[in-house]
T-cell receptor, first 112, second 110 residues
Framework: SAVISQKPSRDICQRGTSLTIQCQVDSQVTMMFWYRQQPGQSLTLIATANQGSEATYESGFVIDKFPISRPNLTFSTLTVSNMSPEDSSIYLC?????????FGPGTRLTVT | DAKTTQPPSMDCAEGRAANLPCNHSTISGNEYVYWYRQIHSQGPQYIIHGLKNNETNEMASLIITEDRKSSTLILPHATLRDTAVYYCIVRSDNTDKLIFGTGTRLQVFP
Protein backbone atom coordinates (compact mmCIF):
# COMPACT_ATOMS: atom_id res chain seq x y z
CA SER A 1 0.00 0.00 0.00
CA ALA A 2 1.14 3.52 -0.77
CA VAL A 3 2.51 5.62 2.06
CA ILE A 4 1.82 9.33 1.74
CA SER A 5 3.32 12.20 3.67
CA GLN A 6 2.26 15.83 3.64
CA LYS A 7 4.04 19.00 4.67
CA PRO A 8 3.28 21.03 6.64
CA SER A 9 1.01 19.08 8.96
CA ARG A 10 -0.59 22.31 10.09
CA ASP A 11 -0.14 26.03 9.68
CA ILE A 12 -1.68 29.29 10.74
CA CYS A 13 -1.59 31.94 8.03
CA GLN A 14 -2.72 35.50 7.63
CA ARG A 15 -5.36 36.45 5.11
CA GLY A 16 -4.03 37.54 1.76
CA THR A 17 -1.01 35.26 1.90
CA SER A 18 -0.41 31.94 0.12
CA LEU A 19 0.58 28.52 1.37
CA THR A 20 2.05 25.65 -0.61
CA ILE A 21 1.30 22.14 0.61
CA GLN A 22 3.54 19.27 -0.41
CA CYS A 23 2.49 15.68 -0.97
CA GLN A 24 5.08 12.90 -1.26
CA VAL A 25 4.32 9.28 -2.13
CA ASP A 26 6.66 6.33 -1.61
CA SER A 27 5.86 4.83 -5.01
CA GLN A 28 5.26 6.05 -8.54
CA VAL A 29 1.63 6.78 -9.25
CA THR A 30 -0.13 8.16 -12.28
CA MET A 31 -2.92 10.11 -10.65
CA MET A 32 -2.96 12.17 -7.50
CA PHE A 33 -5.98 13.87 -6.00
CA TRP A 34 -6.40 16.90 -3.78
CA TYR A 35 -9.33 17.22 -1.39
CA ARG A 36 -10.56 19.85 1.01
CA GLN A 37 -12.41 19.11 4.23
CA GLN A 38 -13.96 22.12 5.85
CA PRO A 39 -14.66 22.00 9.60
CA GLY A 40 -17.31 19.41 10.40
CA GLN A 41 -17.86 18.61 6.73
CA SER A 42 -17.20 15.78 4.33
CA LEU A 43 -14.37 15.73 1.79
CA THR A 44 -14.67 17.74 -1.42
CA LEU A 45 -12.51 16.93 -4.42
CA ILE A 46 -10.55 19.97 -5.59
CA ALA A 47 -8.65 18.56 -8.56
CA THR A 48 -7.00 15.58 -10.15
CA ALA A 49 -3.32 15.87 -11.01
CA ASN A 50 -1.63 13.76 -13.65
CA GLN A 51 2.10 13.90 -14.17
CA GLY A 52 2.99 15.87 -17.28
CA SER A 53 -0.36 17.54 -17.82
CA GLU A 54 -2.50 20.29 -16.41
CA ALA A 55 -4.57 19.45 -13.38
CA THR A 56 -8.29 18.94 -13.87
CA TYR A 57 -10.37 21.04 -11.49
CA GLU A 58 -13.81 20.25 -10.11
CA SER A 59 -16.67 22.68 -10.31
CA GLY A 60 -16.16 25.57 -7.93
CA PHE A 61 -12.37 25.35 -7.90
CA VAL A 62 -10.08 27.34 -10.19
CA ILE A 63 -6.41 27.20 -11.02
CA ASP A 64 -5.74 30.80 -9.99
CA LYS A 65 -6.88 30.04 -6.46
CA PHE A 66 -5.50 26.50 -6.16
CA PRO A 67 -2.53 26.07 -8.51
CA ILE A 68 -1.20 22.53 -8.57
CA SER A 69 2.15 21.20 -9.68
CA ARG A 70 2.98 17.59 -10.53
CA PRO A 71 6.64 17.52 -11.49
CA ASN A 72 7.10 13.75 -11.22
CA LEU A 73 5.32 10.51 -10.37
CA THR A 74 5.91 10.72 -6.61
CA PHE A 75 5.30 14.37 -5.76
CA SER A 76 2.71 17.11 -6.02
CA THR A 77 2.03 20.51 -4.51
CA LEU A 78 -1.17 22.43 -3.92
CA THR A 79 -1.02 26.16 -3.31
CA VAL A 80 -3.83 27.98 -1.57
CA SER A 81 -3.56 31.53 -2.88
CA ASN A 82 -4.72 34.84 -1.48
CA MET A 83 -6.18 33.11 1.54
CA SER A 84 -9.28 34.15 3.43
CA PRO A 85 -10.75 32.68 6.64
CA GLU A 86 -13.10 30.60 4.47
CA ASP A 87 -10.06 28.63 3.29
CA SER A 88 -9.54 27.26 6.79
CA SER A 89 -9.78 23.52 6.21
CA ILE A 90 -7.90 20.28 6.17
CA TYR A 91 -6.29 19.66 2.78
CA LEU A 92 -5.61 16.04 1.85
CA CYS A 93 -3.88 14.41 -1.04
CA UNK A 94 -4.55 10.89 -2.19
CA UNK A 95 -3.35 8.39 -4.76
CA UNK A 96 -4.96 5.44 -6.47
CA UNK A 97 -3.39 1.98 -6.48
CA UNK A 98 -5.38 -0.78 -8.15
CA UNK A 99 -8.87 -0.11 -6.76
CA UNK A 100 -7.98 1.61 -3.49
CA UNK A 101 -7.31 5.24 -2.80
CA UNK A 102 -4.77 6.00 -0.11
CA PHE A 103 -4.90 9.28 1.71
CA GLY A 104 -2.27 11.40 3.33
CA PRO A 105 -2.62 12.59 6.92
CA GLY A 106 -3.79 16.02 5.81
CA THR A 107 -2.64 19.60 6.31
CA ARG A 108 -4.69 21.59 8.79
CA LEU A 109 -4.82 25.20 7.66
CA THR A 110 -6.14 28.05 9.77
CA VAL A 111 -6.44 31.48 8.18
CA THR A 112 -6.71 34.45 10.51
CA ASP B 1 -22.03 9.04 -10.40
CA ALA B 2 -25.12 7.96 -8.47
CA LYS B 3 -26.00 9.69 -5.23
CA THR B 4 -25.98 7.82 -1.93
CA THR B 5 -28.09 8.31 1.19
CA GLN B 6 -26.88 7.28 4.65
CA PRO B 7 -28.21 7.86 8.16
CA PRO B 8 -26.26 10.67 9.81
CA SER B 9 -25.40 8.72 12.92
CA MET B 10 -25.60 5.29 14.55
CA ASP B 11 -24.61 3.71 17.84
CA CYS B 12 -23.32 0.22 18.43
CA ALA B 13 -22.30 -1.68 21.54
CA GLU B 14 -18.75 -2.98 21.63
CA GLY B 15 -18.55 -6.61 20.51
CA ARG B 16 -21.83 -6.45 18.62
CA ALA B 17 -22.23 -6.30 14.86
CA ALA B 18 -22.53 -2.85 13.35
CA ASN B 19 -24.79 -2.75 10.29
CA LEU B 20 -24.46 0.45 8.29
CA PRO B 21 -27.04 0.95 5.54
CA CYS B 22 -26.65 2.87 2.31
CA ASN B 23 -29.25 3.70 -0.31
CA HIS B 24 -28.15 4.13 -3.93
CA SER B 25 -31.37 3.73 -5.86
CA THR B 26 -30.05 5.39 -9.05
CA ILE B 27 -26.96 3.20 -9.37
CA SER B 28 -26.00 2.18 -12.91
CA GLY B 29 -24.80 -1.18 -14.14
CA ASN B 30 -21.14 -0.16 -14.31
CA GLU B 31 -21.02 1.52 -10.92
CA TYR B 32 -19.36 -0.04 -7.91
CA VAL B 33 -20.21 0.49 -4.25
CA TYR B 34 -17.21 1.57 -2.17
CA TRP B 35 -16.92 2.05 1.57
CA TYR B 36 -14.34 4.23 3.29
CA ARG B 37 -14.08 5.35 6.87
CA GLN B 38 -12.45 8.34 8.50
CA ILE B 39 -11.28 8.10 12.05
CA HIS B 40 -11.02 11.45 13.76
CA SER B 41 -8.11 13.60 12.54
CA GLN B 42 -6.95 11.00 10.01
CA GLY B 43 -7.29 10.59 6.26
CA PRO B 44 -9.99 8.26 4.98
CA GLN B 45 -9.26 4.54 4.87
CA TYR B 46 -10.51 2.08 2.27
CA ILE B 47 -12.69 -0.71 3.70
CA ILE B 48 -14.27 -2.71 0.91
CA HIS B 49 -16.01 -2.46 -2.45
CA GLY B 50 -18.32 -4.56 -4.62
CA LEU B 51 -20.34 -4.60 -7.82
CA LYS B 52 -23.23 -7.00 -7.25
CA ASN B 53 -21.94 -9.94 -5.26
CA ASN B 54 -21.50 -9.87 -1.52
CA GLU B 55 -17.93 -9.31 -0.47
CA THR B 56 -15.96 -10.04 2.69
CA ASN B 57 -12.47 -9.14 3.81
CA GLU B 58 -10.61 -8.95 7.07
CA MET B 59 -12.29 -5.69 8.01
CA ALA B 60 -15.92 -6.06 7.01
CA SER B 61 -18.62 -7.62 4.87
CA LEU B 62 -20.56 -5.85 2.15
CA ILE B 63 -24.07 -7.02 1.36
CA ILE B 64 -25.59 -5.63 -1.85
CA THR B 65 -29.27 -6.21 -2.56
CA GLU B 66 -30.22 -8.08 -5.69
CA ASP B 67 -31.56 -4.94 -7.37
CA ARG B 68 -28.37 -3.12 -6.26
CA LYS B 69 -30.36 -0.17 -4.97
CA SER B 70 -29.03 -0.49 -1.47
CA SER B 71 -26.21 -2.08 0.49
CA THR B 72 -25.12 -2.74 4.05
CA LEU B 73 -21.65 -2.63 5.50
CA ILE B 74 -21.24 -5.06 8.38
CA LEU B 75 -18.54 -4.82 11.01
CA PRO B 76 -19.00 -8.21 12.66
CA HIS B 77 -17.56 -7.40 16.10
CA ALA B 78 -17.33 -3.66 16.58
CA THR B 79 -14.58 -2.28 18.79
CA LEU B 80 -14.07 1.19 20.21
CA ARG B 81 -11.47 1.78 17.48
CA ASP B 82 -14.22 1.41 14.86
CA THR B 83 -15.71 4.72 15.99
CA ALA B 84 -15.49 6.81 12.81
CA VAL B 85 -17.42 8.38 9.97
CA TYR B 86 -18.29 5.77 7.34
CA TYR B 87 -18.75 6.85 3.74
CA CYS B 88 -20.66 4.87 1.12
CA ILE B 89 -19.60 5.93 -2.37
CA VAL B 90 -20.87 4.87 -5.76
CA ARG B 91 -18.19 5.04 -8.40
CA SER B 92 -18.20 4.32 -12.10
CA ASP B 93 -15.60 1.93 -13.50
CA ASN B 94 -14.47 4.62 -15.98
CA THR B 95 -13.44 7.18 -13.40
CA ASP B 96 -10.81 7.39 -10.69
CA LYS B 97 -12.64 10.07 -8.73
CA LEU B 98 -14.23 9.47 -5.35
CA ILE B 99 -17.14 11.76 -4.53
CA PHE B 100 -17.81 11.73 -0.81
CA GLY B 101 -21.27 12.20 0.66
CA THR B 102 -22.06 13.13 4.24
CA GLY B 103 -21.47 9.66 5.68
CA THR B 104 -22.64 7.94 8.87
CA ARG B 105 -21.01 8.77 12.15
CA LEU B 106 -20.72 5.45 14.01
CA GLN B 107 -20.20 5.62 17.75
CA VAL B 108 -19.16 2.35 19.40
CA PHE B 109 -19.76 2.40 23.14
CA PRO B 110 -18.42 0.11 25.89
Amino acid sequence: SAVISQKPSRDICQRGTSLTIQCQVDSQVTMMFWYRQQPGQSLTLIATANQGSEATYESGFVIDKFPISRPNLTFSTLTVSNMSPEDSSIYLCSVEEVYEQYFGPGTRLTVT
Amino acid sequence: DAKTTQPPSMDCAEGRAANLPCNHSTISGNEYVYWYRQIHSQGPQYIIHGLKNNETNEMASLIITEDRKSSTLILPHATLRDTAVYYCIVRSDNTDKLIFGTGTRLQVFP
